[in-house]
């Protein structure tokens, strides 16, 4: 089934957005009553039509830097609504687009020939970037033919606000500012470094540029174009959502999270699979990811570190975890290293969230975790007579 998007709703949504950028209220559903309810009056009192403007950014769940001075958010001066917008052409973001729809791939394929260094470049750069931890191997070897190499110079634009999005793009190396029009002026909301990636939005969501980017250094991009984004990026995304979704809320550590937050978990999930026998972390590693069991069984060995220099000083099982339980939070807790290995007891799949994900989608969870240290302490001092393990 196609969703037609409603004439003007975009437009309302991101005029909606920017307001939330710059203001960053405690109480996001006060502050949109105080916005809509202000916005209609404007519209009375203005005879305005029915199509509202203003322009909204927002990439990638990465907090903004914005300009604002921390003044009162209800101060009147401080919060306008957007003006009337004028009248787009009709554009291809108006397609109705629904990844859910499983139909025949019939787009031919996209390949750009790339030199081995280049290639090396491109891998390295796609590393960390989210939206492509969802693909299997070979729907990645296919975006990365499908990439083209894009050279800046300081202050090229590589999107502009209102623009049709054509182009996703992943940053090599360069300095990018992100601007949005604000009244008339464009206004800096943040900033990319030398690494991320930029104008997903519009060709997920089927809506105009939402900023502009503007090159402050000399850099080097990776462009994906849109058919090959939609196709493979978008619905893999959809894929994974959909499986996952109901087993995130059986979890008992998630159920306190909101509907909202469970989805951006969702959203940045990997999968990993161990053989039987298989050792998945290792006491005394440095910790990077935290794991939820999906499938299978997965057994905890500890050795004592008070006795690592005998001889006799054998791995003993601490506890197992089967589906929906999980492991690998305590060295993320106490930034430690690993407490104790994990091996699969028989073939084992496990979602993964790494350190990153973890601190920023995570935090409301942590005590939960903290209290869990009680609980295996009692353990280490039945196996070895001493809960210093963990504290030292």
Known sequence: MSIEIPVGLTELLQGYTVEVLRQRPSDLVE????????????R?????????GGKGVMFDGEPMQTDSNGEDEDDDSDFEPPPPRYSRRASVCAEAYNPDEEE????????????????????????????????????????LDAMFEVLVQPQDHVIDQGDDGDNFYVIERGVYDIVVQKDGAGLCVGQYDNKGSFGELALMYNTP?????????????WGLDRNTFRRLIVKANA???RM?????????LLKSLELSER??????????QFAEGERIIMQGDMADCFYIVESGDVKIMMKSKTKKDQQDNAEVEITRCSRGQYFGELALVTNKPRAASAYAVDDVKCLV?????????????????KRNIAHYEEQLVALFGSSMDLRD
């Open 104 to 143: 025949e791939d019939t787009e031919p394929r996209v390949v750009h020939p790339k030199t081995d260094e280049q290639r090396c470049r491109l891998q390295e750069a796609c590393r960390d970037i989210l939206l492509f931890k969802t693909l299997d191997p070979e729907q990645f070897s296919e975006v």
């Open 209 to 221: 540029r939402a900023a502009t980017i503007v090159a402050t250094t000399e850099g080097s991009l």
């Open 263 to 272: 989805m951006k978990i969702v959203d940045v999930l990997g999968l990993k």
């Open 353 to 369: 969230i790494d350190v990153q994900a973890f601190e920023r989608l995570l935090g409301s969870c942590k005590e939960i975790m």
């Open 31 to 42: 502050f949109a009553v105080q916005y809509f309810t202000r916005l209609r009056e404007t």
């Open 239 to 241: 894929k994974k959502r």
């Open 244 to 252: 996952y979704e109901t087993f995130i809320e059986s979890v008992p």
């Open 44 to 52: 009375i009192q203005d005879g305005a039509s029915n199509k509202s």
